[in-house]
């Protein structure tokens, strides 16, 4: 009998403000339902933005005033999802949290906006957020059933080149996979953010945990990501979910020095769906604003697939070799 769902990937691009893009990802998801789409997955720092080609008026050993304000204005977009610097995902999921005094919840309330969007419209949805805890920026990602609100959420272990200058290095414990049923299909569904998928030993810390669902939210549109995404697919036995934006340098916000002066493409998305065979099944979409990637995927595919290849199990020698990630279990979730 066919484990059959519909998974979806939304190029869509980080709008002015925070209201606007929250109301974009709500359209977007609506015409997702309206389609039969179960889980739709929306691109890296979607909440927020990613500061593409900003310099925030840094090199070694020097910053400028210029600079400084830049940073201001992009703390100014990030999310309070109202969960601390240390990153206690299991209290903060379960609102174990101290609340502030004349309020009902922490944070800015985007956690209950986007729970809201998900109950509404009976769709599971994975956002990348531009996270701020206590005064560090975060790149995360944040999963959210329409049943059961948040289930989980995980920051971004190691920010590439100069992100490092803006966003905090996440703990490795929030690689912990989350699991969800939809329509009677068990999903172990796991992210790793852009170019985390060029880490080969945190992509295996995914497979270790037997994920049938793999999110590659991006900001990467080069030729060498759409390879990338079907080896991922083919070693993890996973579908692969893939999604990034598509914005010109006319679009970028105004604080961001624009280097060319024209209307040229800064991020021109690839945004793709994969099979557990490296089969690539939608994608990739380019210099599509706003396209909607979606494919039927049958997650039996992911147990066809281990009879030759299981990179966690069967396969992996594990009487030869040893794998282990401090603070993280990575025992398959149930």
Request: hydrophobic share 35%; glycine share 10%.
């Amino acid at each position: 009998m066919p484990k059959i769902l519909k998974l979806a990937a939304a190029q869509c691009r980080t709008l002015s403000t925070t209201a606007e893009t929250l109301a974009q990802l709500e359209a977007k998801t609506k015409e997702a339902a309206s389609t039969g789409v179960d889980l739709i997955l929306f691109p890296e720092v979607y909440l927020g933005g990613y500061p593409k080609s900003a310099s925030f008026g840094a090199v070694v050993g020097e910053r400028t005033t210029d600079g400084y304000t830049q940073y201001l204005k992009y703390c100014q977009g990030a999310v309070d999802l109202g969960d601390t610097p240390i990153g206690d995902v299991d209290a903060w999921v379960d609102r174990k949290l101290a609340v502030p005094r004349g309020t009902d919840h922490r944070g800015d309330g985007t956690r209950e906006e986007l729970e809201r969007i998900a109950k509404m419209t009976g769709v599971f949805i994975v956002s990348g957020v531009l996270e701020r805890a206590g005064g560090t920026l975060y790149c995360s990602v944040v999963y959210v059933c329409p049943k059961l609100g948040t289930i989980g959420k995980r920051r971004k272990v190691m920010p590439t080149g100069s992100e490092r200058l803006v966003w905090g290095q996440g703990s490795p414990k929030t690689l912990r996979a989350v699991t969800t049923e939809i329509r009677g299909i068990k999903l172990t569904l796991a992210a790793a953010i852009c170019w985390e998928n060029y880490m080969p030993l945190l992509r295996q810390a995914l497979y270790q945990q037997n994920v049938n669902l793999y999110l590659a939210p991006t900001a990467d549109g080069r030729d060498t990501w759409m390879p990338l995404m079907q080896t991922v697919a083919f070693e993890s036995r996973a579908f692969v979910v893939s999604c990034n934006q598509v914005y010109t340098e006319e679009q970028l916000p105004e604080w961001i020095d624009r280097r060319k002066g024209d209307n040229s493409v800064v991020s021109r998305g690839g945004s793709s769906i994969v099979s557990p065979f490296g089969k690539v099944l939608a994608g990739p979409s380019w210099e599509k604003d706003g396209d909607l990637l979606a494919v039927e995927a049958d997650f039996e595919d992911c147990e066809r697939g281990r009879l030759d290849l299981d990179v966690a199990g069967s396969y992996s020698r594990n009487d030869s070799f040893t794998f282990a990630v401090e603070g993280l279990d990575l025992s398959p979730p149930q």
